[in-house]
């Protein structure tokens, strides 16, 4: 599953490339780098919750996933999604990387306020960690 997704993501920033390329603006960079952030967040909540042995919602990862497959999707889906955000030019670039924020956002918030992941880390005091580590 893993190869044949990293399969699809080269042959569509091959196909990005040959049609157009253009350097990061500085919007480019703000937004890739939102996006890096949110990512580590919920790679950070789904750590957590492995520890807890909470259900993980992602289907890619299935219910319990091991801390590797977490870890190797998630460098995963930085590194494509920077590789595609490069290749992509004007506003399929800014689209897509709106689109990627939006979609991690709405995990973590949901992780956040339906999971009880709240209280498991207020239980722990681990807010103020999970805050000040970012």
């Known amino acids: 599953m893993i190869?044949?997704?990293v399969v699809l993501i080269l042959l569509i920033s091959f196909n990005c490339y040959a049609l157009s390329h253009e350097e990061f603006s500085t919007g480019d960079i703000i937004r890739q780098s939102a996006y890096t952030l949110i990512t580590i967040a919920d790679w950070r909540l789904t750590k957590n919750f492995r520890k807890e042995g909470l259900k993980e919602l992602n289907p890619i990862l299935g219910d319990y996933p091991s801390q590797s497959k977490v870890d190797t999707l998630v460098f995963g889906a930085i590194v494509s999604h920077y590789l595609i955000s490069y290749f992509l030019s004007g506003n399929y670039?800014?689209?897509w990387q709106y689109f990627f924020i939006m979609t991690e956002i709405k995990a973590v918030s949901y992780n956040l306020n339906n999971t009880g992941a709240i209280e498991v880390y207020r239980s722990k005091g681990a807010i103020i960690n999970f805050a000040i580590s970012f």
Request: no cysteine.
């Open 3 to 5: 190869k044949h997704l």
């Open 93 to 95: 670039r800014e689209a």
